[in-house]
């Protein structure tokens, strides 16, 4: 098992940078597939960036391609978001998850077996 703890979210204006952390503790987060979702009221959880540790894959959403960018530090069990360009449509909670399967990268949440807390943006005009 992994527990995941998100911070490092905040209030910027369009246009800001921010970075998001998901610290892991229990099992290595390299032996999981990571990523960040986000999600807004009424609305389903959206993954923005995943990577899949064994096979050397990454993974971005259109809406963020050229801005966010996924990374980890393995020494730190920490997973990084480093978002900039930021725009109020990324207005959301942003989550880490953890999923089990590291044969592929998931797009849906609902294939994902942990998850944090949630970390809340929110980019003002």
């Known amino acids: 098992q992994v527990q995941l703890v998100e911070s490092g979210g905040g209030a910027v204006h369009t246009g800001g940078s921010l970075r998001l952390s998901c610290t892991a503790s229990?099992?290595?987060?390299?032996?999981?597939?990571m990523a960040w979702f986000r999600q807004t009221p009424g609305k389903q959880r959206v993954c923005v960036a995943a990577?899949?540790?064994?096979?050397?894959?990454?993974y971005y959403d259109d809406s963020v391609k050229g801005r966010f960018t996924i990374s980890g530090d393995v020494a730190k069990n920490t997973l990084w978001l480093q978002m900039s360009s930021l725009k109020p449509e990324d207005t959301a909670n942003y989550y880490c998850?953890?999923?089990?399967?590291?044969?592929?990268?998931?797009?849906?949440?609902?294939?994902?077996?942990?998850w944090g807390q949630g970390t809340q943006l929110t980019v003002s005009s």
């Open positions: 998850a953890a999923d089990e399967n590291t044969a592929y990268i998931n797009l849906d949440f609902l294939e994902y077996d942990y």
């Open positions: 229990g099992r290595a987060f390299t032996t999981y597939t």
């Open positions: 990577l899949n540790w064994s096979r050397g894959e990454t």
